[in-house]
């Protein structure tokens, strides 16, 4: 999906993920201490919106600018800098102390431009959080997209980090209830680090 089919989308709904942050982005970072964080493909900003308010100086990305204006619009203290930008491409002005990337949705070829840019984006003691609907969420979950080909594994993940220096914490499946669906959804989630300098 392109930017423009992204905007018809955000578009159409009031908040097409809801204002809360995603279950795993608060689970992963409640307890981290808060730095420079940027948070790419951020659609309308919920987890950008509650890193800065957990402390964090945030940037929020995404390629969509009918997103990122919405963004603004509940972004009401002006706590996040917004940029339209992509996620494959993006390159923050100075080091970040966390990257995330939550529920990007691109081929192979993309997300691996995607998770590698993070990666370099990231300082010494930076951590690299990313979420995906799993590949095996297709047949075995509920939700997120039908398009075999934007989802992938945390082991694809693991892959796209070869040679970035990251050191891979946790990487695999979890399991997200769904209100009203009778199985979870599976979710891929990698968290990894670049070690620090010395």
Known sequence: MDAET????????????????????????????????VDLACGEGRNALWLARNGWRTTGVDFSPVAIEKARELDTRHEVEWLVGDATTYVPAAPVDLALLSYLQLAAAERRLAVRAAAASLAPGGTLLVIAHDSRNLVDGTGGPKDPFVLYTAADVTADLAGTGLHVVRAGEVLRPVEGADRPAIDALVRAVRPTVG
Do not use: K
């Open 6 to 37: 992204w905007d018809e989308r955000y578009r159409g709904a009031d908040l097409v993920w809801g204002a809360p942050p995603n279950r795993w982005v608060e689970a992963e970072l409640s307890d981290a201490t808060p730095g420079r964080a």
